[in-house]
Structures are given as C-alpha cells and as structure tokens.
C-alpha cells in the first residue's frame, strides 16, 4: 500500500526551504496553506481554563454535547439549514473527518469521483480506504466548475460518492449553485469537504445540505478560526452512517480531546468578530497577490473567490512544475507548490499561497521577477 502512495509535494517544498533557511537564508513561503495569524485569545483562554478546571479525560467518541450542538446552531445560522446534534461527529481535525467517512462508505474497489485538480491528499485518502479514486477534469477557462455531462461519463456501478471541495484547494473556486445542484442530483453520496467555507469573499460558501441529504459534510477549526495546531474538526453525515464512523472513530482514535472542544464551542460563539478581521486582511493579500502575479506577467482566467491560494498557468516557463517550482526555491529563495500535486489537470501551474504578509507578498513577488529576468536574460 505504501507503494501506492504519492508524495505530498508541499511538504517536500516546505522541508527544503527550511533547510535553506538553517542556513541562515531568507525564504519567502507561499507554499503551505496554513494561517499566519494567531489564534484568537478568547479561544485560547478557553482551553487554559479548561485544562486547569480538569477538563482532560475522554469524552463521549462522537465528542461533547456542547459542541455538537454549537455546530448545529453554527449551520442553521450560516446556511439556513437544520442539523440535529445527533448527526454531528467530532473529530481530530478535517482529514480524519474525510477518512471515516471513507471507511465508512467504501467497500474494497469502489468508486470516488474526485476533480481534477483536486486536494493532494484526497486520492491516498481513498486508496487507503480500499477505494479508487476516478477523477474528472475541470478546467480554467471554464471556471474550474464540474460540466455534469463528464461527471455521468465517470459514473459505474461501482460508484459510491463524490468528492467536491469549495471553496477550492488548489484554485480558490467556489462552486456554483448551479453546479452544486447538478452534483446533488446525480444520485450518489456527495462528501463534501467545507474546511474553508468563511473564507470567500463577495460571495457566500454554500454547504451541501442545502441541496441534498445524502451528503457528508466536513468542516473544522484550522483554517477559518487560525487553528490549525489544534486538530479539531466535525463532520455531518446522515443518520444511517452516524453509527459506523463512531465505531470507526472509537477504535481508531477513541474521542476528540476535551479542552480542544471546548475551545471549539467558543470559536463558534465568541469569536466570530475575530474571524472576520481575519477574512478581510486575507482578501487585502488576495489582491496583493493577484495584481503582483499579473504584473509578472500571469494571467488568470479565473480569479479565485475563496481559501487563500492562486493557481496560475506557468507552463509558458516549464511543463515540468515540480522541477521549476524547486527552481524557483533554489535560486529565487520563494516557496511555491508544484501543480503536479494536485493530479496530472495541475502540471504546468504552480499555487501560491497568501497565507503570508502583504510585505511578504510584496518581498516574494520581487524575488519572482528578478527570477524571471534572470531566466528570460540567460544569466541564471
């Protein structure tokens, strides 16, 4: 099994440029989608006071109460939509909440539809699970959003959910009700990866119970509320699978911790102002970063609306983007992610991540264009 999985890219990118830096260079990191701000006080305070009130010992495998239902009054509030706190299952961040949800629906052989490009991760997550990933290309030019004629081609009696993610990692996009309806009314099991839903800007997330309810939401604390350290995540799932992914989740991990819970339900109650400063400055480096890519000369077809990442072409440069990315660490000293992690629709481009300072932006995309002279020059 080990044999059949990939690397992931980022990671490697992110080691090399921190041996770099060991070496007492600079390295702009554009690479690595994780927040820079800290995580709120007020949920910080929260976990302290937890800790010291004894708050340490297992809790219940499908996590607290108190969560749950904070999570259910989070999407009613959100989105509208009314979920019980009985279908709710904490867990030890979002990719755990994705690989539950995958043991628990798969059978050894059967079908995932995922994008391509898509999440690094989601193919091993299925193949660990005994199912095959079956992916279908999306495409820039027509905004990366699903065409539901390919989505029935890749349909087989083998078929047992798809995979969607909007907003979207590596591209930003957020899908379209539109799309989000015809996905819905394919008849399959739609997981529904919402880890970045809050970070979108001039146009809502929508979750997939809006549309259907054979679907598995999965969501958590990382990115949103800047706690990716914290490990803590959720997913939703019809009733029927409730049961599996807690017999799941109680051999494999047991139950979430408690003071991480509890510094959950306040993130969702008490930290909402926090939240939204966060979302603002990131779409003040959003458009750092799109304007100073376009002056480098990149275009972009399809401006991203959500997460933190902007996926240019740059196939102009090299077809090989796992080579050039390395490039670019090498000589230029800035971190971005090879395309090619995620899935052969990703060769030629490269993300960049702005989870980063506007003056690291600024500092980054400098470095880019005494990088791309020196290529166009032949002095490198």
Known sequence: ??????????????????????????????????????????ICDAAVRAVREGETRYTHSLGTLELREAIAEDYKTTYGVDVAPDRVVVTLG?????????????DPGDEVIITDP??????????????????????????????????VKAVTKR?????????????????????MTEIAGLGIT???????HGLSYGEDSRTILEFTDDAIAVNGFSKLYSMPGWRLGYLIAPRE???????????????????????????????KKEALGMVGEFDRRRRAMIDGLRELGFTLMAEPRGAFYVFVDASALS???????????????????????????????LRFSYAASVADIEEGIKRLGEYLNARKSGTQ
């Open 1 to 42: 099994m080990s044999e059949e999985i990939s690397p992931f890219y980022v990671m490697e990118v992110l080691e090399r440029a921190q041996e770099i830096e060991a070496s007492g260079e600079s390295v702009v990191h554009f690479e690595v989608g994780m927040p820079d701000f800290p995580t709120p006080a007020v």
């Open 94 to 106: 979002s990719s755990p909440a994705l690989f539950l949800s995958m043991l628990a629906l798969l």
């Open 118 to 151: 898509h999440y690094a991760c989601y193919p091993q997550l299925i193949k660990i699970a005994g199912g095959v990933p079956v992916t279908v290309r999306v495409y820039e030019e027509e905004g990366y959003q699903p065409d539901a004629s390919r989505l």
């Open 159 to 179: 078929t047992k959910a798809i995979l969607i993610n909007s907003p979207a990692n590596p591209t930003g996009t957020l899908l379209s009700p539109e799309s």
């Open 190 to 196: 739609v997981i529904s990866d919402e880890i970045y």
């Open 241 to 271: 699978l409730v049961r599996p992914v807690q017999k799941l989740q109680q051999n494999l991990f047991i139950s979430p911790n408690p003071f991480v819970q509890r510094a959950g339900v306040t993130a969702l109650r008490e930290a």
């Open 319 to 349: 077809t090989d983007s796992h080579s050039l990315a390395f490039d670019i660490l090498e000589k230029a000293h800035v971190a971005v992610t090879p395309g090619i992690d995620f899935g052969q629709g990703g060769e030629g481009y």
